[in-house]
Nanobody
Framework: QLQLVESGGGLVQAGGSLRLSCAAS????????MAWFRQAPGKERDFVAA????????YYTDSVKGRCTVSTDNAKNTVYLQMNSLKVEDTALYYC???????????????????WGPGTQVTVSS
Protein backbone atom coordinates (compact mmCIF):
# COMPACT_ATOMS: atom_id res chain seq x y z
CA GLN A 1 0.00 0.00 0.00
CA LEU A 2 1.27 3.45 -0.91
CA GLN A 3 0.88 6.35 1.49
CA LEU A 4 1.18 9.98 0.44
CA VAL A 5 1.53 12.98 2.72
CA GLU A 6 1.59 16.57 1.49
CA SER A 7 3.18 19.53 3.24
CA GLY A 8 4.25 23.06 2.50
CA GLY A 9 0.92 24.79 2.10
CA GLY A 10 0.11 28.07 3.78
CA LEU A 11 -0.98 31.66 3.41
CA VAL A 12 0.92 33.80 0.94
CA GLN A 13 0.38 37.13 -0.77
CA ALA A 14 -0.29 37.32 -4.48
CA GLY A 15 2.98 37.22 -6.37
CA GLY A 16 4.63 35.08 -3.73
CA SER A 17 5.92 31.52 -3.87
CA LEU A 18 5.37 28.21 -2.14
CA ARG A 19 6.93 24.79 -2.48
CA LEU A 20 4.67 21.84 -1.80
CA SER A 21 6.12 18.46 -0.93
CA CYS A 22 4.61 15.01 -1.25
CA ALA A 23 6.34 12.23 0.64
CA ALA A 24 5.58 8.73 -0.60
CA SER A 25 6.04 5.66 1.55
CA UNK A 26 5.23 2.05 1.07
CA UNK A 27 5.28 0.51 -2.39
CA UNK A 28 6.11 3.83 -4.08
CA UNK A 29 7.27 2.20 -7.28
CA UNK A 30 3.93 0.47 -7.83
CA UNK A 31 2.91 3.68 -9.57
CA UNK A 32 4.56 5.23 -12.63
CA UNK A 33 3.13 8.73 -12.31
CA MET A 34 2.88 11.30 -9.57
CA ALA A 35 0.53 14.23 -9.92
CA TRP A 36 -0.79 17.30 -8.21
CA PHE A 37 -4.45 18.23 -8.23
CA ARG A 38 -6.29 21.05 -6.53
CA GLN A 39 -9.82 21.70 -5.40
CA ALA A 40 -11.31 25.06 -4.56
CA PRO A 41 -14.47 25.28 -2.43
CA GLY A 42 -17.53 24.34 -4.43
CA LYS A 43 -15.49 23.25 -7.44
CA GLU A 44 -14.28 19.99 -8.89
CA ARG A 45 -10.83 18.60 -8.30
CA ASP A 46 -8.62 19.78 -11.16
CA PHE A 47 -5.32 18.61 -12.54
CA VAL A 48 -2.30 20.84 -11.91
CA ALA A 49 0.84 18.94 -12.86
CA ALA A 50 2.27 15.46 -13.26
CA UNK A 51 5.61 13.73 -13.46
CA UNK A 52 6.53 10.36 -14.87
CA UNK A 53 8.94 8.37 -12.69
CA UNK A 54 10.53 6.86 -15.78
CA UNK A 55 12.11 9.52 -17.92
CA UNK A 56 11.04 12.39 -15.72
CA UNK A 57 8.61 13.90 -18.24
CA UNK A 58 6.45 16.63 -16.77
CA TYR A 59 3.02 17.95 -17.67
CA TYR A 60 1.14 21.07 -16.61
CA THR A 61 -2.28 22.53 -16.94
CA ASP A 62 -2.27 25.70 -19.00
CA SER A 63 -3.08 28.01 -16.09
CA VAL A 64 0.15 27.15 -14.24
CA LYS A 65 2.58 26.76 -17.13
CA GLY A 66 5.58 29.00 -16.62
CA ARG A 67 4.73 29.50 -12.95
CA CYS A 68 4.98 25.99 -11.54
CA THR A 69 7.58 23.27 -11.66
CA VAL A 70 7.15 19.66 -10.57
CA SER A 71 10.27 17.77 -9.59
CA THR A 72 11.35 14.75 -7.63
CA ASP A 73 13.96 13.58 -5.19
CA ASN A 74 14.10 9.90 -5.95
CA ALA A 75 16.27 9.11 -2.96
CA LYS A 76 13.62 10.55 -0.67
CA ASN A 77 10.61 9.30 -2.64
CA THR A 78 9.39 12.89 -2.58
CA VAL A 79 7.74 14.96 -5.26
CA TYR A 80 7.72 18.75 -5.15
CA LEU A 81 5.54 21.42 -6.68
CA GLN A 82 7.28 24.78 -6.81
CA MET A 83 4.71 27.51 -7.34
CA ASN A 84 5.78 31.05 -8.22
CA SER A 85 3.88 34.22 -9.06
CA LEU A 86 0.92 32.91 -7.14
CA LYS A 87 -2.51 34.33 -7.89
CA VAL A 88 -5.64 34.57 -5.79
CA GLU A 89 -7.24 32.01 -8.09
CA ASP A 90 -4.58 29.47 -7.09
CA THR A 91 -6.24 29.24 -3.69
CA ALA A 92 -7.30 25.63 -3.15
CA LEU A 93 -6.66 22.42 -1.30
CA TYR A 94 -3.76 20.76 -3.11
CA TYR A 95 -3.59 17.00 -3.35
CA CYS A 96 -0.78 14.69 -4.29
CA UNK A 97 -1.77 11.58 -6.21
CA UNK A 98 -0.08 8.49 -7.55
CA UNK A 99 -1.18 6.01 -10.14
CA UNK A 100 -0.21 3.68 -12.90
CA UNK A 101 -1.12 5.82 -15.89
CA UNK A 102 -0.95 4.68 -19.48
CA UNK A 103 -1.35 7.23 -22.22
CA UNK A 104 -0.56 10.87 -21.59
CA UNK A 105 -4.06 11.98 -22.49
CA UNK A 106 -5.47 10.35 -19.35
CA UNK A 107 -2.98 12.00 -17.00
CA UNK A 108 -5.48 14.69 -16.05
CA UNK A 109 -8.27 12.31 -15.05
CA UNK A 110 -8.87 12.12 -11.32
CA UNK A 111 -10.30 8.60 -11.43
CA UNK A 112 -7.09 7.18 -12.90
CA UNK A 113 -5.15 7.79 -9.71
CA UNK A 114 -5.38 5.11 -7.04
CA UNK A 115 -3.55 6.82 -4.22
CA TRP A 116 -4.17 10.21 -2.67
CA GLY A 117 -2.80 12.28 0.16
CA PRO A 118 -5.03 14.20 2.58
CA GLY A 119 -4.18 17.54 0.97
CA THR A 120 -2.49 20.77 1.99
CA GLN A 121 -4.21 24.14 1.91
CA VAL A 122 -2.82 26.96 -0.20
CA THR A 123 -4.37 30.38 0.34
CA VAL A 124 -3.29 33.36 -1.74
CA SER A 125 -4.35 36.78 -0.54
CA SER A 126 -4.66 39.89 -2.68
Amino acid sequence: QLQLVESGGGLVQAGGSLRLSCAASGRARSSNTMAWFRQAPGKERDFVAALRWSGGNTYYTDSVKGRCTVSTDNAKNTVYLQMNSLKVEDTALYYCAAGHIGDDYVLMTVDNYAYWGPGTQVTVSS
